[in-house]
């Protein structure tokens, strides 16, 4: 019985305690107020490289040059090789040209020159079916994980058997 009357003995002090502090005051909140300011934002655009050249090489069979070997593609960019990205397309399926397969040099008046020299083999590794087919090589410009210009295209066109190659804008 003395437990209860104990706790009840508490129980009333919170209330008489609670009840006897000062209400909260009134305050007026600092995002309440009118004033707005105006600044022009912009956001950063990455130049779109410029494709100079797109050569085809041909195996010569009895000295005419009939079946595909390689495309060499040549473009320039203002962004040295660590921010240039070079893919193959061919259907569903796209493929990173390595690094190490494109030669640089520069830069001479602001702009770096690439050639990157795409035999059929690695063609195939990229994009898995390259003969009969269409692939759409493309140079971009990129900057850490999420910047990325536009991309220069061309596109290779393969026949059957690769006879008849053409790289077209």
């Known amino acids: 019985m003395r437990r209860r009357v104990t706790a009840a003995v508490l129980g ?88 190490a397969n494109i030669a640089s040099s520069g830069p001479v008046g602001g702009l770096y020159t690439y050639s990157a020299t795409l035999n059929q083999a690695l063609l195939t590794s990229l994009v898995t079916n390259l003969l009969g087919s269409t692939t759409t090589l493309t140079a971009t410009n990129v900057m850490g994980s999420n910047w990325v210009s536009a991309g220069a295209s061309r596109r290779l066109a393969i026949g059957l058997l690769g006879l008849n190659a053409t790289c077209t804008v």
Do not use: H, K, M
């Open 12 to 99: 009333i002090s919170v209330l008489v305690g609670v009840a006897a502090a000062p209400p909260a005051g009134l305050t007026e909140a600092a995002w309440t107020d009118a004033e707005s300011a105006t600044a022009p934002a912009s956001a950063l655009t990455l130049s779109t490289p410029t494709i100079t050249g797109c050569t085809i090489q041909n195996l010569s069979v009895i000295g005419v040059g009939l079946v595909f070997q390689s495309v060499t593609l040549t473009w320039t960019s203002a962004y040295p090789l660590a921010n240039v990205r070079l893919t193959a397309t061919s259907g569903a399926n796209t493929g990173t040209v390595p690094p």
